[in-house]
């Protein structure tokens, strides 16, 4: 089966320029709201800050995806570098729960011991802090229709963090008003829920990757049924195995067939079911003409073991 990527590269390039930007507007903003939040006392801003941590994170491990996918694959990385990104937002995930956990023990402490904070300093940043968010997400926004994974996560994450911003001008505005400090760490306490749903969600994903589960959208049981119905010469799938490499599916499988006229032709058919269907363009199968006769023919099948399809 040939490949074509040609189409792609442009696309990438542009992904990869979009990414690279908000990448830039994120991190510069975050910086900027360490030192507010150290300066005016706000545990809010620094609690956005490890928001938009995750953010200019997150857009760092999409560009990276982006370069990475690019790399050919060679004799000893035959899957090319695209692990890397998973193995890096598995490293994220755990830095954002490590750094929620201390947002929420400062906040317990600020809740017994009340601290002042400098309520201008903190909306002024926080105020900025928003039009950085709003910046990216319209970068990440705006440009080609068929977004890539990585640019939509990115933007959702972005996303997460407007709330953030807006959780810290609240936290200012009551402050300036009527003086209330124990709103900052309230406030501060939420974002963080926010960074930790994001952060378990990631965790989640990259985990299941890296113990090469099979992609959470895929029902592998219905796959088999699917499979069988849609080409009449299948008679049984057995010994799938599905994972997933970067964003890319891939599935090995055997399937017992009707013996054919044209063995490429079937072989073809398969794969553009897999293909069409599933979006996975990587399949290796293994055609046989005997019913599968081991012990483990039956792995990861739902039914009794002594359903074969005949049609």
Known sequence: MAHSHSHSHGNQDENARRLMLAFAVTA?????????GLISGSLALLADAGHMLTDAAALLFALLAVQFARR????RHTFGWLRLTTLAAFVNAIALVVITILIVWEAIQRFRFPQP?????????????????LLAFWILHRGSE??????????????????????????????????????DPI????????????????LQESVNELLEGAPVSMDIPALKRNLCRSLPEVR???????????????ITLHVQVIPPHDHDALLG??????????????????MEYQPCAGEDCHLNELHSPHTHHHH
């Not at 510069?28 to 507010?36: A, K």
């Not at 406030?187 to 990631?202: Q, Y």
């Not at 058919?269 to 990587?282: K, P, S």
Request: some cysteine.
């Open 187 to 202: 406030l501060s306490i939420l974002v963080s829920c926010l960074v930790l749903r994001s952060a378990w969600k990631l």
């Open 269 to 286: 058919r398969i794969q553009h079911f897999l293909e069409h269907h599933y979006a996975i363009a990587h399949a290796t199968i293994q």
């Open 28 to 36: 510069t903003f975050m910086v900027i709201e360490v030192i507010g």
């Open 146 to 183: 068929e977004k890539n994974l990585n640019v939509r996560a990115a933007a959702l994450h972005v996303l997460g963090d407007l709330l953030g911003s807006v959780g810290a001008i609240v936290a200012a505005v009551v402050i300036l008003t009527t003086g209330w400090t124990p709103v």
């Open 117 to 133: 904070v400098a309520g201008t300093t903190m909306i002024v940043i926080a105020a900025a802090g928003l039009i950085a968010n």
């Open 236 to 250: 049984n799938v057995h010994h799938v195995h599905l994972w997933q490499v970067g964003e890319k599916p891939v």
């Open 72 to 75: 050919p694959p060679n004799a």
